[in-house]
T-cell receptor, first 112, second 110 residues
Framework: LAKTTQPISMDSYEGQEVNITCSHN???????ITWYQQFPSQGPRFIIQ???TKVTNEVASLFIPADRKSSTLSLPRVSLSDTAVYYC?????????????FGKGTKLSVKP | DVKVTQSSRYLVKRTGEKVFLECVQD?????MFWYRQDPGLGLRLIYF???????EKGDIPEGYSVSREKKERFSLILESASTNQTSMYLC?????????FGPGTRLTVL
């Protein structure tokens, strides 16, 4: 099973771009990489998902290098409301829906 | 919007009690999951189900069992609650890869 490692915490200021990297050296061929956001007293909320290269949606971008052993979540121009814990999740490919490994989360603090 | 509901937000039980945590989803998703979340440990998968009456163990199934008699409902059972099962329990459902989480149940076992 893939093990994921991400920084425990990060600080940023409003308007900056934030990049959070997750390492997953043992990722399997059919594993997906998914990022979630969690606010206190709430369940995690899906942000973005990818398999390889780059994925972009209205809130974030996800960069995955060719070897897929890491991934970087990029949040453009963060605001105070982006203060949350961000988790990367590896797994969930076909035939391995239960092979889901969450990272321990990165607590992002955005300051004014 | 997908809605995943959990029967209780807060629950207090005594050691040795049998505890049922219920989860219901309204989007006809095949897959449902139970996690526990502890400070410094992140989310850890207890059990998941990919169809009615089907279940698979996750990373930490010891001390837990599950039941899925209907597609929309996935129950987590603590046969004999212990203090080390004090935690936040999160349920999720998924059509394929993206998971939708409920608000969580904070269980305290005294």
């Amino acid at each position: 099973l893939a093990k994921t490692t991400q920084p425990i915490s990060m600080d940023s200021y409003e308007g900056q771009e934030v990049n959070i990297t997750c390492s997953h050296n043992n990722i399997a061929t059919n594993d997906y990489i998914t990022w979630y956001q969690q606010f206190p007293s709430q369940g995690p909320r899906f942000i973005i998902q990818g398999y390889k290269t780059k994925v972009t949606n209205e809130v974030a971008s996800l960069f995955i290098p060719a070897d897929r052993k890491s991934s970087t979540l990029s949040l453009p121009r963060v605001s105070l409301s982006d203060t949350a814990v961000y988790y990367c999740l590896v797994g969930g490919g076909e035939g391995s829906q239960g092979n889901l490994i969450f990272g321990k989360g990165t607590k992002l603090s955005v300051k004014p | 919007d997908v809605k995943v509901t959990q029967s209780s937000r807060y629950l207090v039980k005594r050691t040795g009690e049998k505890v049922f945590l219920e989860c219901v989803q309204d989007m006809d998703h095949e897959n449902m999951f139970w996690y526990r979340q502890d400070p410094g440990l992140g989310l850890r998968l207890i059990y998941f189900s990919y169809d009615v009456k089907m279940k698979e163990k996750g990373d930490i199934p010891e001390g837990y069992s599950v039941s899925r008699e209907k597609k929309e409902r996935f129950s987590l059972i603590l046969e004999s609650a212990s203090t080390n099962q004090t935690s936040m329990y999160l349920c999720a459902s998924s059509p394929r890869h993206e998971q939708f989480f409920g608000p969580g149940t904070r269980l305290t076992v005294l």
